[in-house]
């Protein structure tokens, strides 16, 4: 048993706007013991980017919108949080190696992260222990003498938990094996009970309290239901080291006390166990809801959405926890397919806490949505627009863009993507390619002043770091397709050293202001969406051919688990 005492991802964008052993004592953090505490109460129990991605750009104004991929709960469903972090699909395969074609994009989770993990397992089984409902249970008994001794037990409660430690182990093909040790917990309930012969009739009421200590165990079973990943909780025990019985009201004989403390504490036993282990069965898929609804938010925008269900079951071994996902992406009621991945799984490796392995072909279709659905396009104007031709060109500014910026009252320049960007992934890095389309306004104006339309291929190198996104683009085409001016009604095509001065702005000026535009709006997207709650230590993303991977360490992000846990014991 082991005990255990900043990435980028990708996603639709646009523009608008500019090995044996690991244990953990189970500590408090107020906020979660006030959730358990104030539910307890409430309910008397009666019986859940790349270092090199190069980008070519056709933009049209604001960045208006962007989904990336990315995204972690205690190891008693340690995989449901990792491996269903990506949500539904309609079937999986048997055999893993067969789904690696279909497979868009990858999740894996090593040890280390599985003991980051670790530490919040107690929150959890607490959140089970205080939430189960123990139902009343009814019996009797034959005794010399006495007769028959009819019982029951009501209004059983849960008070004082406390749990020592948690112990986990990841076996190859299988599952997790978790032990939870030291759970002591004291139980509250009422005793009706009657006995009588030909010679006496009693009925009584007694209140009585049981002392307890126990260890609980589960062997959670992975397998793929209905597209995704499930757990079977069934292989649950609790082992009782101690289990004291009080009778407490009227003073009693010690004989009726030492009668019910055989078979009163047998019938606890059985009623705690089976409540327990129900218990945590449903905070099992609770879970997995929580975590596939979070995921299904976080990957969806507008009309963009990308299907991220599994392809097959995942794989576990000593050393981590893998899964395969579609990742393809969906608008207007249709679907990518995906169906030659080149994944396997040696381009991964386990000495860091969490890698994402991403397909080109998750990507393209992303910017292909984006594409169709307008978002890709940037507005600029005003005094903003004015600053930016204020960077220094080797090339002389013609006379009409400095009368439009400096004499009309609003200039506004229009750019957006004229076709459907395309990506591709290298070990030299990613490179995108597309044509781009742009008009100079000047006032008010109807006609623009300038038309131009170009081809444009941007080497990108991205970098997450202090919660934001960071892009960094090199030009490595821009060619002018068109440039016209529109003067008196008439379109005047530009000569050589105009059309110079717009391929120097559009490599100087406009290339950067997108990209920055970019970095905005996606760090604000990812930050709604939560990815600035994480942790997320020393993140490195690598392209290589066709794919990226991008892995990173993180720390467990707190507010996952308070979300889960409201959630859990509403």
Known sequence: MRESGAATAYGSWSLKGTKKKNCQDSGTEGRLDEILLRKTHKHKVN??????????????????????????FPPLLLLLL????????????????????????????????????NEKTTKVIEAAFQHARYPSVKGEKSLLFIGRV????????????????????????????????????????????????????????IDFEIESQIDLGI????????????ADTSDCYLHFHKLHLHLQGDKEPNWLRKVFTDFITFTVKLAIKGQICKEINKVANI?????????????????????????????????????????LTNYNNTS????????????LTENRMLYFWVSDQVLNPLFTAAHQDSRLQLNISGAELTELFKTNLSSAMPAFIRECLLESGSPQLRVWSSSVPYLNTSTYGTTVWGTASGELHCGTQGTPILFFKMDVAIDI????????????????????????????????????????FIREAVEKIGIPKVLSAL?????????????????????????????????????FPHHLLTQFLRKALQ
């Open 336 to 347: 990518a397919v995906i169906n030659d991945s080149v994944f396997h799984p040696r381009q």
């Open 47 to 72: 019986c859940n980017m790349p270092t090199g991605l190069k980008i070519s750009n056709s933009h049209r104004g604001q960045l208006s919108s962007c989904t990336m991929p990315r995204d972690v």
């Open 82 to 117: 990792f491996l269903s972090v990506f949500g539904a699909s309609h079937a999986c395969l048997q055999d893993p190696a067969s789904a690696y074609r279909f497979t868009g994009a990858v999740c894996r989770l090593t040890y280390p992260a599985a003991v980051v993990l």
């Open 150 to 205: 009819i019982y029951g037990l009501d209004n059983l409660e849960i008070h004082n938990l406390s749990i020592g430690r948690s112990a986990f182990e990841l076996h190859p093909g299988e599952g997790i094996a978790l032990e939870i040790g030291n759970v002591s917990a004291v139980f509250r309930g009422t005793i009706q009970y009657g006995y009588g012969s030909w010679l006496v009739n009693v009925a009584h009421s």
């Open 219 to 230: 062997n959670p079973k992975l397998y793929c239901r209905d597209g995704k990943v499930a």
């Open 519 to 555: 970095e905005i709006e996606l760090t604000r997207l990812l930050d709604k969406q939560g990815a600035n709650l994480f942790d997320i230590f020393n993140p490195e993303v690598l392209p290589q051919d066709g794919f990226v991977v991008i892995q990173m360490d993180f720390g």
């Open 287 to 327: 879970l997995a809801d929580f975590i596939q609804d979070t995921a299904g938010q976080f990957l969806s925008y507008g009309g963009i959405s990308v299907d991220i269900g599994v392809t097959a079951a995942p794989v576990i071994n000593a050393n981590y926890i893998e899964s395969y996902h579609k990742g």
């Open 461 to 500: 190198a991205a970098s997450y770091a202090d919660k934001k996104l960071f892009l960094q683009g090199n030009p490595s085409e821009v060619f002018v397709l068109q440039a016209e001016l529109s003067s008196q009604n008439q379109t005047v095509q530009l000569d050589e050293d105009h059309v110079d």
